[in-house]
C-alpha cells in the first residue's frame, strides 16, 4: 500500500488543522494505522493509531483530548483532527500502516507516507 499524507501547514496556537493521509492499493480495510511526528531535532514520535476497523484508538498523552484519529476505509483515507495546537506540535507528520497494531504503535510499520508539516505559531 501507498500512502500520502497532506493538510498540514501553518496555524497559530488554539487552531486547529486535519491532517489525512489517503493509501492506493489493495486491503487498506485490512491495516491498522498510526501517525507519528517528528519535530526538528528530536526522535520521531507516536502521535495515534486506530484498528482496522475503527473500533479502538490509540493516543499519545500529549495530544490525548486535542486530537482524533479516525478513517474512512470506503475512501481509504485516515484522519488527524487535531485542535488547541500548540507550538510544540510543530512536526512533520506521517502515516504508517501495517497488518497488526503493536507492530504499527511502535513505529515498525511496512509503510509509510512522505510527511506533511504542521507549523504553530506562537
Known amino acids: 500500500v501507498q500512502l500520502q499524507a497532506s493538510g498540514g501547514g501553518l496555524v497559530q496556537a488554539g487552531g486547529s488543522l486535519r491532517l489525512s493521509c489517503a493509501a492506493s492499493?489493495?486491503?487498506?480495510?485490512?491495516?491498522?494505522l498510526a501517525w507519528f511526528r517528528q519535530a526538528p531535532g528530536k526522535e520521531r514520535e507516536f502521535v495515534a493509531a486506530?484498528?482496522?476497523?475503527?473500533?479502538?484508538?490509540y493516543y499519545a498523552d500529549s495530544v490525548k483530548g486535542r486530537f482524533t484519529i479516525s478513517r474512512d476505509n470506503a475512501k481509504n483515507t485516515v484522519y488527524l483532527q487535531m485542535t488547541s495546537l500548540k507550538p510544540e506540535d510543530t512536526a512533520v507528520y506521517y502515516c504508517?500502516?501495517?497488518?497488526?497494531?503493536?507492530?504499527?504503535?511502535?513505529?515498525?510499520?511496512?509503510?509509510w507516507g512522505q510527511g506533511t508539516l504542521v507549523t504553530v505559531s506562537s
Open positions: 486506530i484498528t482496522w476497523n475503527g473500533a479502538i484508538t
Open positions: 504508517t500502516a501495517h497488518g497488526a497494531i503493536v507492530v504499527v504503535t511502535t513505529g515498525s510499520g511496512n509503510y
Open positions: 492499493g489493495r486491503a487498506f480495510g485490512s491495516y491498522d
